[in-house]
């Protein structure tokens, strides 16, 4: 470092510098990507132009639905985490915007000294000794003449930038999987209500196959083929049971609850939405302009490009004024006379120029991040596209696969009603009834999947296209402040 007394040509001539100072580094420019006009597999469902009026679960017509998300949405601990790191990433860039100001201290000190003569041999004690009041205001301000700071500024801004894009993505996310967790829960009730209708029905066939064994017209086998297709529909319940205990508890945690919060609201049915035929997909282009994970990764391609910068600035002399102000007195009533005033004003130069390779090394790591935020930026575009047509072809399939399999439940409810009328009436053994009731609980239960991975679908379809309703979410709710000591300290 090299101080010099700054005189006032000087300074002029720095502040002038100053002002016309540029920004080392490259200059970003944001990506472009040539994403096809239409979607490929469009054609598989109507489409419109994306719509931002309403949440997709605000379409859907039910109310528990609705409630779970804008809960979630609230009080989901996830989200909670991700807003504190977007109020972290705001923070640090209002510190690094601080950098184009000076930097300003002030002290004050009182002291006595009593010196050895050793240390100052043949001078008085009246002179080596006494007392000394002062106070002051010092000045630190670096002259951003190559950019240093400016795009250290950019950078912080492009973090912050990523972390409210981080924030939207992981609402998307939420919400999405609220909803799925829903659908599942609604799916696993019917195939449990089916399973118990079907075993009720099974009941019904065991009683009318033992009073014909009593009155001589039917046989042990048949009986013991009645008991083990009942037993093996009633197997069924435990299980489906479960499971949608699992998907209660997940809604639960997901909307910031304990476990077994949602019992109550939820173990009572609902009935399956009317599921739209009309949906908002736009355009490829439109998909990427509004999906928040590629906004957050061209973000954070914007940030590794201004870190060139930053290292790139270290090629170059580093100046930065330093000045001072106070008072220097023996006696605290001296301390603003004006022979008391100390005065500073310094021009600080600081160029490592004997160290320029490591500098080099630090440009070049710079680079390599660059290289790597525009290899995630072009991934996650490339996944925005492919989840979003994935996410097409999946739900006109379960479309179709859901019309199929209602069809077929319908058919098979009718086979078995029918072979019930046969064997009542002597022309069909009771094997066919079997048979027909076992094809009428596995098109039944096939047919309550379908509907709820068609509804699973949809918000799949909805979660990829992220169609403009982030922008109305709310806010999470904040975590409360820590009571630790150090947090109270603050």
């Not at 004690?125 to 007392?131: V, Y």
């Not at 700071?149 to 950078?155: F, K, L, N, S």
């Not at 022979?339 to 120029?353: A, K, M, P, Q, T």
Request: with cysteine; aromatic share 4%; proline share 5%.
């Amino acid at each position: 470092m090299t101080d010099a007394l700054l005189p006032r040509p000087l300074a002029a001539a720095v502040l002038a510098s100053l002002l016309a100072a540029c920004a080392v580094g490259p200059d970003y420019v944001r990506p472009t990507m040539d994403a096809p006009a239409q979607f490929h597999r469009a054609d598989l469902v109507l489409t419109r132009a994306s719509e931002t009026e309403h949440a997709f679960w605000e379409r859907l017509g039910d109310p528990v639905l609705a409630q779970l998300i804008e809960d979630a949405l609230r009080d989901n601990r996830e989200l909670h985490i991700a807003l504190a790191r977007l109020e972290r990433a705001r923070a640090l860039l209002g510190e690094a915007g601080r950098d184009y100001l000076p930097t300003v201290r002030a002290g004050g000190r009182a002291g006595e000294q009593r010196a050895s003569a050793f240390e100052a041999p043949g001078v008085p004690r009246s002179e080596r000794d006494g007392d000394s009041r002062g106070v002051e205001a010092v000045v630190s301000w670096e002259l951003d003449l190559f950019g240093r700071v400016r795009r250290g500024v950019e950078a912080a801004r492009g973090e912050s930038d990523a972390s409210a894009a981080d924030l939207a993505a992981l609402q998307v996310a939420v919400a999405g999987e609220v909803a799925r967790n829903y659908y599942l829960l609604r799916g696993l009730q019917t195939r449990l209500a089916v399973a118990r209708d079907n075993a009720r029905n099974q009941e019904r066939s065991l009683e009318l196959v033992r009073a014909r064994a009593e009155a001589g017209g039917g046989t042990e086998l048949d009986s013991a083929r009645a008991r083990a297709q009942l037993e093996l529909t009633l197997s069924r319940l435990p299980a489906l049971t479960a499971e949608m205990q699992a998907a209660q508890h997940r809604l639960a945690v997901l909307t910031g609850r304990e476990p077994g919060a949602l019992g109550e609201l939820l173990d009572a049915p609902a009935p399956w939405p009317e599921l739209p035929g009309l949906l908002a997909v736009g355009t490829p282009p439109d998909l990427l302009a509004r999906r928040p994970d590629v906004a957050a990764a061209e973000r954070r391609l914007a940030a590794a490009t201004a870190r060139i910068g930053v290292a790139t600035a270290d090629l170059y002399p580093r100046f930065s004024l330093d000045g001072l102000i106070g008072s220097l007195a023996g006696d605290a009533g001296d301390l603003f006379d004006r022979d008391s005033e100390r005065r500073r004003l310094v021009l600080g130069i600081d160029w490592s120029f004997l160290d320029r390779g490591r500098v080099r090394d630090r440009i070049d790591a710079a680079g390599a991040d660059a290289r790597a935020a525009l290899a995630a930026w072009q991934q996650a575009s490339l996944r925005a596209l492919e989840e979003t047509e994935t996410a097409l072809v999946r739900y006109a399939q379960s479309e179709r696969e859901r019309r199929h399999l209602e069809d077929a439940a319908q058919a098979s409810a009718r086979a078995a009603e029918l072979a019930r009328l046969r064997f009542e009436g002597g022309a069909a053994g009771f094997l066919d009834v079997l048979d027909a009731e076992r094809a009428r609980l596995e098109a039944e239960d096939l047919a309550a999947a379908a509907r709820m991975r068609q509804a699973q679908a949809l918000v799949g379809l909805h979660a990829a296209l992220a169609g403009g309703w982030p922008e109305r979410m709310p806010r999470p709710t904040p975590a409360a402040e820590p009571s630790s000591r150090v947090a109270r300290a603050r």
